[in-house]
Nanobody
Framework: QVQLVESGGGLVQPGGSLRLSCAAS????????MGWYRQTLGNQRELVAT???????NYADSVKGRFAITREDFKDIVYLQMNNLKPEDTAVYYC??????????????WGQGIQVTVSS
């Protein structure tokens, strides 16, 4: 079993900042990547940012220059620093960890989701 615990969401005014955290624990094998996705009602889950085991990052165009993803390797924690937040950033944010299991191959693990609301 793999557990992902997210924290740091909430309500913030436009232009404000939030920092999301996700701590992974349990039977995790070699982590290929960690990341954040988001979803709004009626829409598909979309990529926000990912970071690989070697530190490579990838961002959605809509968040480039405003969001930054980092990780603490030895603690299997990933962060998403969100600055200059906009109302369109409002969504449920999900943490993702992708690992490589000797028996099951590549596996995707998801957190329970955390609400981020940007509103005045």
């Amino acid at each position: 079993q793999v557990q992902l615990v997210e924290s740091g969401g909430g309500l913030v005014q436009p232009g404000g900042s939030l920092r999301l955290s996700c701590a992974a624990s349990g039977r995790i094998f070699g982590i290929n990547a960690m990341g954040w996705y988001r979803q709004t009602l009626g829409n598909q889950r979309e990529l926000v940012a990912t970071i690989t085991s070697s530190g490579g990052t990838n961002y959605a165009d809509s968040v480039k220059g405003r969001f930054a993803i980092t990780r603490e390797d030895f603690k299997d924690i990933v962060y998403l620093q969100m600055n200059n937040l906009k109302p369109e950033d409002t969504a449920v944010y999900y943490c993702n960890v992708r690992d490589l299991s000797p028996g099951d191959g590549v596996r995707d693990h998801w957190g329970q989701g955390i609400q981020v609301t940007v509103s005045s």
